[in-house]
């Protein structure tokens, strides 16, 4: 578990500046070693079906799929915190009308939607994250809206309205620094769930579009050579793999400091 950090930094420091030091671009095909195994010459781990290397391929589309992970979950923090700090704040009518527009998302297969607005809007990276942001945020909204219960009935809240403070002022000078944490723990058992939806987008062919590349596509692409080059599958799902187990056991270690 001391590990987990280490075993993180590692990934997002080989995905940011591995493909700086390798000899071939990610895109870049190489027409003499189509399909060769790892170890060949000048192709560490190997080349897909159509002589791009494997190992430029894997650490950029690990970046990408990074990149797509934080953004989506960034969008979905910003949303999830300003409606479960809005709804705890007004209380009453509002935030039971608030919390039932949640519950009802809550009932929509989420991954269809996104996949709906992949086929409506187009395939577009920045549409991917901005779809899977808004699709997410309703846990986030939940959690921010209970801890705003809770600390709108503290002292120091109270002593702010007492001295007349705008409600806005003491949701932004008060209430949200005080459940930044909770917040940014569950920011983190977010990512892992946008990685997923990410690669699945991708290997359906909806998400990243070439010839930028994402572990999805390499996924999908391994598993079409699984037969012929079962290497070409070993290595982004290896990665996708390790890169989700260590992402959620982070934030549920996190998760489980901050509750105790």
Known sequence: MKALPAILALIIAAALFGPLFLPWRYDAIDWSAVR??????GHVLGTDSVGRDLFARTLVGTRVTLAVALAAALVSLMIGVGWGAL???????VDEAMMRIVDALYALPFMFVVILLMVVFGRSIVLVFIGIGAVEWLTMARVVRGQVIVLKERPFILAAEAAGAPPAGIILRHLLPNVAGIALVYLLLTVPQVVMIESFLSFLGLGVQEPLTSLGILVKDGADDM???????????GVLVLLLITLTLLGERLRDRMSA
Do not use: E, F, M
Not at 36 to 41: A, R
Not at 227 to 237: N, S
């Open 87 to 93: 709804a705890g704040w007004a209380g009453g009518k």
């Open 36 to 41: 060769v195994p790892p170890l060949s010459p």
């Open 227 to 237: 037969d012929i080059a079962p290497y070409a599958l070993l290595l982004p799902g």
